[in-house]
Protein backbone atom coordinates (compact mmCIF):
# COMPACT_ATOMS: atom_id res chain seq x y z
CA UNK A 1 0.00 0.00 0.00
CA UNK A 2 2.59 2.48 0.86
CA UNK A 3 4.43 1.62 -3.09
CA UNK A 4 0.91 3.33 -4.09
CA UNK A 5 1.28 6.25 -2.44
CA UNK A 6 4.48 6.94 -2.56
CA UNK A 7 4.47 9.09 -5.30
CA UNK A 8 1.89 11.27 -4.01
CA UNK A 9 3.76 11.26 -1.24
CA UNK A 10 6.83 12.44 -3.13
CA UNK A 11 4.98 15.14 -4.65
CA UNK A 12 3.77 16.21 -1.20
CA UNK A 13 7.04 16.15 0.32
CA UNK A 14 8.74 18.10 -3.05
CA UNK A 15 5.85 21.07 -2.89
CA UNK A 16 6.60 21.26 1.46
CA UNK A 17 10.15 21.32 0.95
CA UNK A 18 10.45 24.08 -2.14
CA UNK A 19 7.59 26.15 0.18
CA UNK A 20 9.96 26.13 3.11
CA UNK A 21 13.03 26.69 1.04
CA UNK A 22 11.29 29.87 -1.46
CA UNK A 23 12.68 33.17 -0.29
CA UNK A 24 10.19 36.35 0.52
CA UNK A 25 11.36 37.42 -2.88
CA UNK A 26 9.99 34.41 -4.79
CA UNK A 27 6.80 34.16 -2.71
CA UNK A 28 6.00 37.76 -3.66
CA UNK A 29 6.67 37.53 -7.50
CA UNK A 30 4.35 34.13 -7.43
CA UNK A 31 1.41 36.19 -5.96
CA UNK A 32 2.12 38.59 -8.16
CA UNK A 33 2.24 36.53 -10.56
CA UNK A 34 -0.78 36.27 -13.46
CA UNK A 35 -1.60 32.94 -14.36
CA UNK A 36 -1.86 31.80 -17.70
CA UNK A 37 -5.18 31.64 -18.67
CA UNK A 38 -5.58 35.35 -17.91
CA UNK A 39 -2.84 35.93 -20.74
CA UNK A 40 -4.90 33.51 -22.87
CA UNK A 41 -8.37 35.63 -22.21
CA UNK A 42 -6.36 39.04 -22.87
CA UNK A 43 -5.42 38.33 -26.36
CA UNK A 44 -8.40 36.32 -27.20
CA UNK A 45 -10.43 39.53 -26.21
CA UNK A 46 -7.81 41.53 -28.26
CA UNK A 47 -7.78 39.42 -31.23
CA UNK A 48 -12.08 39.97 -30.86
CA UNK A 49 -11.44 43.59 -30.88
CA UNK A 50 -8.64 43.58 -33.81
CA UNK A 51 -11.36 41.45 -36.08
CA UNK A 52 -14.75 43.65 -35.56
CA UNK A 53 -12.62 46.96 -36.14
CA UNK A 54 -11.11 45.77 -39.42
CA UNK A 55 -14.45 44.22 -40.58
CA UNK A 56 -16.08 47.65 -39.16
CA UNK A 57 -13.84 49.62 -41.30
CA UNK A 58 -13.30 48.40 -44.98
CA UNK A 59 -10.40 49.34 -46.71
CA UNK A 60 -10.36 53.65 -48.33
CA UNK A 61 -12.76 53.34 -51.22
CA UNK A 62 -10.66 54.28 -54.34
CA UNK A 63 -12.43 56.72 -56.74
CA UNK A 64 -16.00 54.92 -57.68
CA UNK A 65 -15.59 52.86 -60.42
CA UNK A 66 -17.75 52.63 -63.26
CA UNK A 67 -20.39 49.54 -63.16
CA UNK A 68 -19.62 46.92 -66.13
CA UNK A 69 -22.90 47.83 -68.44
CA UNK A 70 -24.60 44.77 -70.71
CA UNK A 71 -24.22 45.17 -74.33
CA UNK A 72 -27.03 48.05 -74.85
CA UNK A 73 -29.88 46.51 -77.22
CA UNK A 74 -29.01 47.91 -80.84
CA UNK A 75 -32.80 50.06 -81.06
CA UNK A 76 -31.10 52.43 -78.78
CA UNK A 77 -29.91 55.34 -79.86
CA UNK A 78 -26.71 57.20 -78.46
CA UNK A 79 -26.86 60.91 -78.05
CA UNK A 80 -23.74 62.11 -79.71
CA UNK A 81 -21.31 63.99 -77.33
CA UNK A 82 -21.30 67.93 -78.52
CA UNK A 83 -19.09 70.29 -76.86
CA UNK A 84 -18.79 73.72 -76.60
CA UNK A 85 -15.42 73.56 -78.54
CA UNK A 86 -17.63 72.26 -81.44
CA UNK A 87 -19.57 75.64 -81.79
CA UNK A 88 -23.21 74.31 -79.83
CA UNK A 89 -24.04 76.26 -76.89
CA UNK A 90 -25.42 73.65 -74.20
CA UNK A 91 -29.17 74.28 -74.08
CA UNK A 92 -31.36 75.13 -71.35
CA UNK A 93 -33.18 71.60 -70.74
CA UNK A 94 -35.21 72.87 -67.73
CA UNK A 95 -37.67 74.04 -70.57
CA UNK A 96 -38.69 70.76 -70.76
CA UNK A 97 -41.93 69.60 -68.31
CA UNK A 98 -40.33 67.45 -65.82
CA UNK A 99 -36.72 68.59 -65.47
CA UNK A 100 -35.47 71.06 -62.92
CA UNK A 101 -31.96 72.05 -62.45
CA UNK A 102 -30.70 68.86 -60.84
CA UNK A 103 -31.63 66.44 -63.66
CA UNK A 104 -30.90 68.59 -65.81
CA UNK A 105 -26.73 68.75 -64.85
CA UNK A 106 -27.31 64.89 -64.69
CA UNK A 107 -28.26 64.86 -68.14
CA UNK A 108 -25.21 67.22 -68.91
CA UNK A 109 -22.93 65.28 -67.14
CA UNK A 110 -23.62 61.75 -69.19
CA UNK A 111 -23.13 64.36 -72.48
CA UNK A 112 -26.69 64.89 -72.91
CA UNK A 113 -26.62 68.98 -73.15
CA UNK A 114 -29.07 70.25 -76.25
CA UNK A 115 -32.66 69.16 -77.22
CA UNK A 116 -31.35 67.28 -80.16
CA UNK A 117 -29.32 65.08 -78.27
CA UNK A 118 -32.21 64.71 -75.77
CA UNK A 119 -34.74 63.63 -78.48
CA UNK A 120 -31.98 61.43 -80.16
CA UNK A 121 -31.75 59.64 -76.89
CA UNK A 122 -34.06 56.32 -76.02
CA UNK A 123 -36.27 56.72 -72.85
CA UNK A 124 -34.73 53.49 -71.76
CA UNK A 125 -31.25 55.47 -71.98
CA UNK A 126 -32.83 58.46 -69.63
CA UNK A 127 -34.82 55.89 -67.18
CA UNK A 128 -31.10 54.08 -66.80
CA UNK A 129 -29.45 57.64 -66.35
CA UNK A 130 -32.22 58.54 -63.54
CA UNK A 131 -31.54 55.35 -62.06
CA UNK A 132 -28.13 55.49 -61.54
CA UNK A 133 -28.22 58.87 -59.85
CA UNK A 134 -31.16 57.20 -57.72
CA UNK A 135 -33.46 59.61 -58.77
CA UNK A 136 -36.23 57.52 -61.05
CA UNK A 137 -38.60 57.21 -58.24
CA UNK A 138 -38.54 61.53 -58.89
CA UNK A 139 -39.48 62.03 -62.62
CA UNK A 140 -40.74 59.92 -65.49
CA UNK A 141 -38.74 60.57 -68.60
CA UNK A 142 -41.23 58.97 -71.19
CA UNK A 143 -42.01 62.47 -72.65
CA UNK A 144 -38.87 64.31 -72.69
CA UNK A 145 -37.60 63.23 -76.30
CA UNK A 146 -41.18 64.41 -77.47
CA UNK A 147 -40.89 67.95 -75.86
CA UNK A 148 -37.61 68.15 -76.96
CA UNK A 149 -37.54 67.34 -80.38
CA UNK A 150 -40.36 70.01 -80.33
CA UNK A 151 -38.15 72.39 -78.63
CA UNK A 152 -35.25 71.32 -81.50
CA UNK A 153 -37.52 72.27 -83.98
CA UNK A 154 -38.25 75.41 -82.53
CA UNK A 155 -42.22 74.41 -82.28
CA UNK A 156 -42.18 76.88 -79.02
CA UNK A 157 -46.26 76.87 -79.38
CA UNK A 158 -46.73 73.27 -79.97
CA UNK A 159 -44.61 72.55 -77.05
CA UNK A 160 -46.74 74.65 -74.70
CA UNK A 161 -49.32 73.17 -75.51
CA UNK A 162 -48.29 69.67 -75.37
CA UNK A 163 -46.93 70.61 -71.68
CA UNK A 164 -50.22 71.65 -71.05
CA UNK A 165 -51.31 68.55 -71.37
CA UNK A 166 -48.43 67.39 -68.89
CA UNK A 167 -48.24 67.48 -65.05
CA UNK A 168 -44.45 67.00 -63.99
CA UNK A 169 -43.56 65.74 -67.48
CA UNK A 170 -46.21 62.74 -67.19
CA UNK A 171 -48.68 62.37 -69.44
CA UNK A 172 -52.61 63.11 -67.37
Known amino acids: MFR???IFIGLLITSLVQTACSSPVQEARRAQA??????????LVLLVLLLWWWLSHP????????????????????APVLSKAEGLEPDDLTRIE???PKISSLLQAAGITTFAQLAATDVNRLKQILADASLSALADPTTWPEQASLAAAGQWEALETLQGELKGGRRV
Do not use: C
Not at 34 to 43: D, G, M, N, R
Not at 65 to 74: H, I, L, Q, Y
Open 4 to 6: KYS
Open 34 to 43: IPWWVWVLVI
Open 59 to 78: EEKAAPTAKPEAEAPSRLVE
Open 98 to 100: GIG
